[in-house]
């Protein structure tokens, strides 16, 4: 299993989670985002610089995942490409994407896009807590148990 994550608006806070738990569990892990990251000195962490431009790095993404990868993102369309080449999907935030599920986040999605775009001022995501940093972890844990047991 591969990790990858649409790093540029994932919350540090959910790195350093996502540094300490491939180092445990010893998968690699690649950060992808338009700027220059910093990652920890490790064998199995590495950060990719795209360049920028709209969806760069959710298209190295989709091009690199393979089945039974992990995708971490916030980004819909992103999760939904990732899950269709049979990735594990999850949010920064502890939801888990799958095919049961990804249609009705689309179609709630667009919805919203289309209101923002007639000046609804629908507000935006909730600040991240320390519930989210909680439901994050947790749901992380159970997938690496998951995929190490099957190793074994």
Known sequence: MHIWVD?????????DILYRAAQRVQQPLTLVA???????P????RAIQ????FDVADNYIVEHACTGDLVITADIPLASEALCKGALVLSPRGERYTADTISERLTMRDMMEELRSAGVDTGGPAAFSQADRRAFASVLDQL?????RLRQ
Do not use: E, H, W, Y
């Open 34 to 40: 338009n700027q220059m990251l910093r990652t920890p």
């Open 50 to 53: 795209v360049p920028k431009g």
């Open 144 to 148: 690496l148990q998951k995929v190490l």
């Open 42 to 45: 490790s064998p199995f962490i």
């Open 7 to 15: 790093a540029d608006a994932c919350p540090m806070v959910i790195k």
